[in-house]
């Protein structure tokens, strides 16, 4: 049989029980090629050309790159994100480009999970750009991860030009007092965070994620305590923004509950879910919402600051 493959054609039978076998496994078994191990085959998906040993096609499933590919494509589209090609560097990771236009290296289970609204997706470039931009409205520049390499801590430099290492977590509720110029933040803020709550699996039913976004006039740092959580909870701080006043903080929470309740109905987890897990039944999304949510917090922020000047 003719071969538009550059392969050379490998004398010898094609016996028809392989291509019994190639047929049942969705291929068309066209020619043996290169050596006595391999064959030519053309997807019936497709119509695309694969090469396979003959071992894979006996034993195991061979995948047609064409149909893997359009298939991560779609579930990468499911996902919120288009699918660039595998990472050449890591097995199991795909290359990605996310709305933001970022490329982000991620495994393609995670797509899957992301694709069934079971865990969200979330850009490292543009989370590190806002935890600078929230660090900058408290006078502080980030300047990196900090030097000792404890992961829960940044290196900032104050306004005054003091340099110094500041527990993330405080940075992010603006709790930050300067040791070169002794000056903290002033401002009586109020807050809008957004946390990432994890319901571990039971006997009854699997694990559940869920974004909370939520107004506070105070620091939330016992999320489990305030939040009326299960012992077992795992809370995620995602993001905190503050703002001037609690006014504006309760103004723009309730203007973006609003919004996205009314464009994302179905993101909006029932309160009957949540009974017996949690106090706090009002405002909780699916994970897949994260993407909509952190734009209503960008646009909230850009707002604020233009409003301060
Ligand atoms: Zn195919
Ligand atoms: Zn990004
Ligand atoms: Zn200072």
């Known amino acids: 049989m003719p071969s538009t493959h550059q392969t050379p054609v490998f004398p010898g039978p094609i016996h028809t029980h392989w291509q019994a076998t190639a047929a049942a496994k969705g291929f068309d078994l066209i020619a043996r090629i290169r050596d006595r ?8 998906t497709c119509g695309g050309g694969v090469t396979a040993k003959l071992f894979t096609l006996m034993r195991h499933q061979p995948l047609c790159p064409n149909c893997l590919a359009a298939r991560r494509s779609a579930v990468a589209t499911a996902a919120g994100v288009t699918f660039l090609s595998p990472d050449p560097d890591r097995r199991g990771y795909g290359r990605f480009r996310a709305p933001c236009d970022h490329v982000l290296a991620r495994q393609f289970e995670l797509i899957e999970r992301v694709a069934k609204g079971q865990t969200g997706l979330r850009c490292e470039t543009c989370h590190a750009e806002r935890e600078a931009s929230e660090a900058r409205r408290f006078g502080w520049e980030r300047l990196g991860h900090c030097p000792s390499g404890r992961p829960n801590y940044r290196l900032y430099r104050h306004h005054c030009g003091h340099v110094q290492r500041i527990a993330q977590a405080n940075m992010l509720w603006g709790q930050c007092d300067c040791a070169g110029c002794g000056r903290g933040w002033n401002a ?7 946390f990432r709550i994890c319901l571990p699996a039971t006997t009854d039913r699997s694990a559940r994620h869920y974004l909370k976004l ?8 016992r999320h489990r305590h305030q939040l009326g959580l299960a012992k077992d909870a795992q809370v995620e701080v995602l993001r905190v923004l503050a703002m001037a006043s609690g006014h504006l903080a309760c103004g723009a929470e309730q203007a973006a509950h609003r919004r996205l309740t009314s464009a994302h109905p179905k993101a909006v987890v029932p309160a009957p879910e949540l009974a017996g897990a949690m106090n706090v039944v009002r405002e909780i999304y699916r994970p897949g919402l994260l993407p909509m949510i952190e734009a209503e917090l960008d646009r909230i922020a850009a707002e604020a600051d233009a409003q301060s000047g």
């Not at 939520?214 to 740092?221: C, E, I, N, R, T």
């Open 37 to 44: 191990h391999h064959l030519q085959l053309r997807c019936r």
């Open 188 to 194: 009586k803020p109020s807050f809008l965070y957004l």
């Open 214 to 221: 939520g107004y506070s006039a105070h620091p939330v740092k």
